[in-house]
């Protein structure tokens, strides 16, 4: 736990990881605020079926399809506990949950934020159940934190970021085949890695790699 608080990712560390997609034929995008905010974007735009993240914001920001527990093992560790549990894909549609809490994604992140999100304290004492009666009473998150003494300009702010988040169209998403020879001679010679290590793990991505630019299925690869 206190390895992961420590843990920082240096510009010099994102640079590596985008040379080595480069390298790898991964597309990748660089985005200009938050990265779930340009995910949902890409799919809202049709340029990808869906957002993969563990963080329910994907909806927030208004990701049509979000996939949670997307992984290799098929578990996770339970946060502060030495404790792994079986996790399976799960497929969020906004749409239909929208439908079936009768909301509007406005009056989704009008909850969010009084409950509480990154973007903001949230209210104490409203939980999710007590949220969800008061949006539909009509209350927006700037009239609950008024109401109990809380600056409305914060809600407002957190509202903003959700329903107006600053992304971009400067992205091209093209898978190429990957430069085998100059993958290994970046992760031996840069990093030191094993040859073979790498080698074998690119003899499993060259069997399951299509050169016409489809890929096989996720679960062809583990």
Known sequence: ?????????????????????????????????????????????????????????????????????????GRRKLPRKNIYVEVKPEKIELKKALENLELTREQLVDLAVMVGTDFSTGVKGIGPKKALKLVKE??????????????????????????NPEVTDDYKIEFKE????????????????????IKNALAKVREKYDV??????LDQWF
């Open 212 to 217: 016409s630019g489809t890929q096989s299925r």
């Open 138 to 163: 009509g209350k927006t998150a700037e009239e609950v934190y008024e109401e109990h003494g809380l600056d409305p300009e914060e809600a407002k702010i957190a509202k903003s970021i959700f329903l």
């Open 1 to 73: 736990m206190y390895a992961q608080q420590t843990t920082r990712l240096t510009k010099e560390m994102v640079g590596q990881a985008k040379k080595l997609l480069d390298l790898m034929g991964v597309p990748w995008v660089q985005a200009p605020s938050e990265g779930e905010a340009q995910a949902a974007y890409i799919a809202q735009k049709g340029d990808a079926w869906a957002s993969a993240s563990q963080d329910y914001d994907s909806l927030l920001f208004g990701t049509p399809i979000l996939i949670r527990n997307l992984g290799i093992t």
């Open 178 to 197: 990957p430069d085998q020879e100059k993958i290994v001679e970046y992760m031996v010679g840069e990093f030191d890695f094993s040859e073979e290590r």
